[in-house]
C-alpha cells in the first residue's frame, strides 16, 4: 500500500520523530516502494498456520521472586544528559 | 612485528604456550597495526593502553603457567556490545558519550577467557544495514580493492569494522552480530570467517538490542579453528538473557575431524536469484564437487519459502527495532536536543539522533505495528516466519547440513547501491532464512571473483548442531585453499598506497 504524507507525518508523530514537509514527502516515497515490496507476501497462503512466537523451542524460565540487583542510583544517573538532585531531569511536563 | 599479526588466533595461542614470544609483544605488534590501519576507519574506539595493561598480565598468567582458553590473544569488539567504562556508540549520534556502567555477558566471558582488547568496531548504525556506509562515523573502507580499480569498496556490514580489521590482519579476531547477515556477508566480502551460531547460543545480555528475536553474537577470524576457539569462548548459558539457551557448550575444535564421509549435503534449488553472477553459480558447483570428493553426498532439496524470506524480515525486524530503540529519548543516556515541551525534545532528538536508515526502520516497523495494520503485517509476517523455518525442518529429515553461496555478489564501491533501499537489503537474500529460523551459518572465503574479490560459500545447519557446520566448513577450507590476500594488510610495506586516502570525518 503507498503511504501518503500525512500518513507518514502521524506515524512520525507516534515514533516521535520531527520530519519536515520535504522529510515527509521523501519518506512518503520510499516508506512506500518498501511497503508494496514487502506485500508479496500476499502470495503465501498461510490459513492455518501458527505465527511464530518464539524462534528457539523452549519456555520462558521462571526465577524467584525476589529483588536481586539495584541500589546503583549514581550509576544509573552517570549517563544522563541532564540530572539533579539524583534524578533524571526532563522539561516542565506539568504548568 | 608484521609475522605475530599474520598469524592465526590457534598458531598465536600455541606460540604464547611455548614462549615463543610474550603476550606483550603480541599485543604491541597489534596495537601498532591498529594504528597502521586508519585508513581504513575500521575503529570507532581504540583501548591500547587497556591493550597492553591485559596482556601484561596474560604474561604474569603464562609466566605461572596459569593460561586461560583465550590467554593474550589481541581481539576488536563489534561497537555494539556494551564495555564497562568505554565508550558504547552502536555507530549512532544518539549514543554520543555513552559509557555503559556494565559489560556484556558475551565480552565479559572473553576477558575471563584471557583476551586482550584492541577497540571497538565501526559498523552499520545501530546494525541496520549491509555496507558499514550508515555509521555515524563514516564509513570503513573494505582493504580488498579490485585490481587496477582504484574505488574504495564496502567490507559489507553491519559487522564491517570487524571483518576489515581481522582481514586486514589488524586482530586475531573479532566479535560481531548477526540480525539478517550481518557477520556472514562482511565475512564474504572481505575473504574471511563469519560464524553465526544457533539462536541463545550466544548471550544477547549487554548487546544494544536491533531486533531481539533475530539478534546473534557470534565471531570473525581469519581461519575456521579460530572460528570454533572464539565461539567456545563467546556462547554458553546467561540466566540474563531468558532466549539463552541451558545447554553445554561443546569443544568446536574437537568437531574439526576432516571426515564428513557419508553426509547428506543439501542443495537448495531456490537459491538461484535473477541477476546473480555466472561465477558464483561456479563457485557454488565447485563447492559441491570439493565435498563430493571429500565423500559426501550432495541432495537436491527445496526451500520454497526462500523469496519470501526478505519482506518477512523487512517486517520483523523494523517491528522490533522500533520498539527496542524507544528508548532513546534524551532523557537517560546519549544525545539530547532541548525542546521547550517534553515532546518536542523527545521528537527533535530522535530526529538529530538517528541516521536515515535508522529513521525508515522505525517508521516502517511503527506502522506494521499500529492499529488496523498489525494482522496484516506482523501476524502475517509471523506466519510466514514459521513457513520458513518448517521449510528447514523438513530438509534437516534428509539432510545433514545446507551448501549455498553466502551473498549474491562481492564486495560494491562505497557509494554504490546506497539510494535505493531494496538493492541494498538484496544483499541479505541467502543470510536472512537462517536468521529468521535461528539456525547456526557460516560463510567461508572459497574463491575470486573475475575482478579479484573474495566470495564466500555458506554452510547451513540444525539448531545447535554447529559442531557438523565446522566440520563441513574446515573441509571446504582445505579444499578451496583460498591464500589471496587484501591489497591492504595493516603495516606491511607493500600497502596499497592510497587506500583509505578518502578522508572519514562523523558527519
Known sequence: MALDKATVAHIATLARIR???????????????????????GEVDTSGVEPM???AAMRLPMREDRVTDGGRRDEVLANAPATAHGFFTVPKVVE | MTALTRLTMAAARDGLRRRNFTATELAAAHVAAVEAARPLNAFVTETPELAMAQAAESDRRLQRGEARPLEGLPLAIKDLFCTKDILTTASSHILDGFKPPYESTVTAQLWAAGAVMLGKTNMDEFAMGSSTTTSYYGPTENPWRRPGDNRPLVPGGSSGGSA???????????????TGGSIRQPASFTGIVGMKPTYGRCSRWGVVAFASSLDHPGPLTRTVRDAAMLLRGMAGHDPKDSTSAPVAVPDFEAALTGDIRGLKVGIPKEYRVDGMPGEIETLWQRGIEWLKTAGAHPVEISLPMTKYALPAYYIVAPAEASSNLARYDGVRFGLRVDGKSLEEMYELTRAAGFGAEVRRRVLIGTYVLSAGYYDAYYVKAQRVRTLIARDFAEAFKMVDCILTPTAPSSAFAIGEKSDDPIAMYLNDVFTVPAD???????????????SGLPLGLQIIGRAFDEETVFRVAGVLEEAASFTATPQFIAGASSSGGDIGSGHHEPH
Open chain 1, 19 to 41: 520530519l519536515s514537509e520535504a522529510e515527509q514527502v521523501k519518506m512518503a516515497d520510499e516508506l512506500s516502494h518498501i511497503l508494496i515490496w514487502i506485500e508479496q507476501l
Open chain 1, 53 to 55: 512466537t518464539s524462534v
Open chain 2, 164 to 178: 576489515a580489521i581481522v582481514a586486514a590482519c589488524g586482530a586475531l579476531g573479532a566479535t560481531g552480530t548477526d
Open chain 2, 436 to 450: 529468521l529460523a535461528g539456525i547456526p551459518a557460516i560463510s567461508v572465503p572459497a574463491g575470486l571473483d573475475e
